[in-house]
């Protein structure tokens, strides 16, 4: 996720709470620098504590998400987002 909140202003995400898109960016932070490896238990962990807190994202706000996010990405990055996402749906 980009350093700064802009991304959170995308007219798509307009539908999605706020809060969860506060979440999103401290969980950004937290998990810049993390491998590969290290990225998918952070997120599922992460995805958890969400749960726990009563934070569930719908298919439409994961979709709108994620496709804010590949904009402006390099082909190789939108893909390692898409190999994260089809894995957390694995583990789901």
Same mark, same amino acid.
């Given at each position: 996720m980009p350093d700064n909140k802009d991304w959170?202003?995308?007219?798509? /995400? !307009? %539908?999605v709470d706020k809060d $969860?898109?506060?979440?999103?960016?401290? /969980? !950004? %932070?937290?998990?810049?620098? $993390?491998?590969q490896n290290e990225l998918l238990p952070f997120l599922m962990s992460?995805?958890?504590q969400g749960k726990e807190q009563g934070l569930n994202f719908?298919?439409?706000?994961?979709?709108?998400?994620?496709?804010?996010?590949?904009?402006g990405k390099s082909?190789?990055?939108?893909?390692r987002?898409?190999?994260i996402v089809s894995l957390m749906k694995i583990m789901k």
């Open positions: 959170m202003k995308n007219p798509k /995400l !307009a %539908s $969860k898109l506060e979440l999103l960016s401290a /969980l !950004a %932070s937290q998990g810049q620098g $993390k491998s992460a995805a958890s719908s298919s439409q706000e994961i979709s709108a998400i994620i496709e804010v996010l590949k904009m082909p190789q990055e939108a893909a987002l898409d190999r």
